[in-house]
Each structure stands twice: as C-alpha cells, then as structure tokens.
T-cell receptor, first 112, second 114 residues
C-alpha cells in the first residue's frame, strides 16, 4: 500500500536558520507528491507540489525535489521567518487509488 | 470566492447524540473527502466520494456515514457520538481532470464529545 513517513517534530529554529524536513514515501506506480501547510487555527493549504521524477516544486522560498531513486521529497528553505511557524504535511496522491496519503505532520516553530 | 465551506465550525455533543457536518464546495470538483485530524496522527481519511451519488470507505469509517446527493455537497453523519470521535474534521475536494490530486481544504470543524 501507500505510505508517507516524515521527520518527527517538533522542530524549533531561530529566524534566518536553514530548514530541512525529511519526507520519504512508499507507493505503487508514479504518485504526485505534495507539501501542505497548516497555520494555527486554519485548514491545510497547498505549499508546493511535484508530479514526476526530478521535478522541483517551489513556493514562498520553500523547495522540494521529487527523487524517485531515494523515494524522497524533502522540504527545504534557506532562511526561515517567524511567519513560517506552522504544521507541515507531506502527502502523495496515487491516481489509481483516487485518494491522498498523508504523513503525520511536523510542527515548526521559528523564534525571533 | 468561497472554495470549501464547512458548517458548523464548533460543536459539543453528549455521548449518544447524533449530528451532521456539512461540506459545500463551489469549484465544481468531482472528488470530495472527509478527514479527521488528531494530535500526532496526521490526517486520516474517513470516507470519500468520486462523484454525485457515490461514496467509499477510507481508513477509519466506523461510526460515520456519508451522503453525496448533490455534486457540491458532502455530508458526514455521526449517528451515535462517542468520546473517541472528539477531533477536528476537515473536508477537502479535488478536480478529477487535473489528475495530480491537489486538494482544497475547508477550515475545519472542531467536535467535542462529552
């Protein structure tokens, strides 16, 4: 079956630090990969996505590359801000299944 | 531009009571989903629908029922609420034509069962 494993949190960083949140997956076929972000008190929203191997998704300074050989989709940002404090979810979508599978989420807190 | 709207946003129930959560989307999406979010457990799929009049079970369907009588609405029902159903519930929808499965979420409904 499909599964997503992401780095356990919580993660606490100082402003302007480098961020990496690891995500690996198991899936049949060729899934699409996503990072969703959930700000306090809100629903999830798409942060970035990649639909095929070697694609790089990017948005708001965040990046992730679809690595089929290592079945990974690690999230990175070069310089985090206090406003990046949120819960980050890695997810995959398998077209054959018609549904998404989520990781457990990683809580990021950025301190001034 | 409402997107995905969930009602109610908060509800407190007593054990054994029933209730219905309503999800409405105005994006003409074919697929709709109900998830629950619990601390440390990510999002777990309860039920989903790939079109009007169709529903299917997800990972944790027990104790819930759903209906999709209209394309824009997806209802989640609890017939006899239990404390284990205390959670935050999220509705999401996606457009089948995209094929990448990008989800659009509502703001969530926080349910407490006493």
């Amino acid at each position: 079956g499909n599964s997503v494993t992401q780095m356990e949190g919580p993660v606490t960083l100082s402003e302007e630090a480098f961020l990496t949140i690891n995500c690996t997956y198991t899936a049949t076929g060729y899934p699409s990969l996503f990072w969703y972000v959930q700000y306090p008190g809100e629903g999830l929203q798409l942060l970035l996505k990649a639909t095929k191997a070697d694609d790089k998704g990017s948005n708001k300074g965040f990046e992730a590359t679809y690595r089929k050989e290592t079945t990974s989709f690690h999230l990175e940002k070069g310089s985090v801000q206090v406003s990046d404090s949120a819960v980050y979810f890695c997810a995959l979508y398998n077209t054959n299944a018609g549904k998404s599978t989520f990781g457990d989420g990683t809580t990021l807190t950025v301190k001034p | 531009n409402a997107g995905v709207t969930q009602t109610p946003k908060f509800r407190v129930l007593k054990t054994g009571q029933s209730m219905t959560l309503l999800c409405a989307q105005d994006m003409n999406h074919e697929y709709m989903y109900w998830y629950r979010q619990d601390p440390g457990m990510g999002l777990r799929l309860i039920h989903y629908s790939v079109g009007e009049g169709t529903t299917a079970k997800g990972e944790v369907p027990d104790g819930y029922n759903v209906s999709r009588l209209k394309k824009q609405n997806f209802l989640l029902g609890l017939e006899s609420a239990a404390p284990s159903q205390t959670s935050v519930y999220f509705c999401a929808s996606s457009y089948q034509g995209r094929r990448d499965g990008e989800l659009f979420f509502g703001e969530g409904s926080r349910l407490t069962v006493l």
